[in-house]
């Protein structure tokens, strides 16, 4: 499964914009198509799965639902 850091709040049917470098990652160098699922995190709020689409030659992300929830680690 394919993961990715993305900026902004994830939540249940947040739509994220993605970047153009992402954006060129996930659909030329992984050759994924609209519709497809990967894993997104923002370092906050835990991994979620994302569904891939595409408005106005933008590509962007749908959170679905939350995977894992955000791990703490102390650091002493």
């Not at 408005?55 to 650091?75: A, D, G, P, S, W």
């Amino acid at each position: 499964m394919i993961r990715l850091f993305v900026e902004g709040e994830l939540k249940k049917d947040q739509t994220l914009a993605v970047s153009v470098k992402q954006a060129h990652y996930l659909t030329h160098v992984m050759r994924l198509k609209m519709g497809e699922i990967i894993e997104v995190m923002n370092g906050h709020q835990g991994v979620w799965q994302a569904e891939m689409g595409l408005q106005k030659k933008q590509v962007f992300l749908k959170c679905l639902k939350q995977l894992q929830k955000q791990q703490n680690t102390l650091h002493c």
